[in-house]
């Protein structure tokens, strides 16, 4: 079974920082776009970050562009992505997701990635 689990989520205080990593099972991404995305309560699910297969580009959305950091490294076989300089904004449910039906490219829209972790908890408290 093909599965992505996430890690590294928790409470922090504003101004503080996390790091998010994401390791695969069942098989490998190497060839693939990988992301990260958030969901707020009561917020539709966002792009945070993605990355293309071997981590030499990155889109990231405005609201965390200079503060986060998505990275990759395919001999682990994870994803991460360091947070800085945290706000109450960025609580979140962060997930990883990867897509499997582009290789050697890049993604940027949530709805084209098709394999979802179950999601990571993140709060910052003001």
């Known amino acids: 079974q093909v599965q992505l689990v996430e890690s590294g989520g928790g409470l922090v205080q504003a101004g503080g920082s996390l790091r998010l990593s994401c390791t695969p099972s069942?098989?490998?991404?190497?060839?693939?776009?990988m992301g990260w995305f958030r969901q707020a309560p009561g917020k539709e699910r966002e792009v945070v970050a993605t990355?293309?297969?071997?981590?030499?580009?990155?889109y990231y959305s405005d609201s965390v562009k200079g503060r986060f950091t998505i990275s990759r490294d395919n001999a682990k076989n994870t994803v991460n992505l360091q947070m800085t300089n945290m706000r109450p904004e960025d609580t979140a449910i962060y997930y990883c997701a990867a897509d499997t039906h582009t290789d050697y490219g890049m993604t940027y829209v949530a709805d084209e990635f098709n394999i979802w972790g179950q999601g990571t908890r993140v709060t910052v408290s003001s």
């Open positions: 069942g098989r490998t991404f190497a060839l693939n776009p």
């Open positions: 990355t293309n297969y071997i981590g030499s580009a990155a």
